[in-house]
């Protein structure tokens, strides 16, 4: 959450997700895999509808965004 809220409202590439959160670098499909957790887990605590998320957004192909 933090990385999201440092790059708000940019895009975050999934490997930097998980480089900056966990300090290792990753590949993209790697960072597209470990990144998808806990996107999810984080959509199920601050989403009020996690199916139709308004605050963390995919970027398709790219990473996340968060949306204040």
Not at 9 to 29: C, D, F, I, K, M
Not at 34 to 48: D, G, N, T, V
Not at 50 to 57: A, N, V
């Amino acid at each position: 959450m933090v990385t999201l809220v440092r790059h708000c409202p940019n895009a975050v590439a999934y490997e930097v997700l998980v480089s900056e959160s966990q300090g290792y670098e990753v590949t993209r499909h790697e960072g597209r895999e470990m990144a998808r957790w806990r996107i999810h887990e984080l959509r199920k605590a601050l989403e009020p509808d996690p199916k139709k998320p308004r605050f963390i957004i995919t970027v398709r192909g790219s990473g996340y965004r968060l949306a204040l």
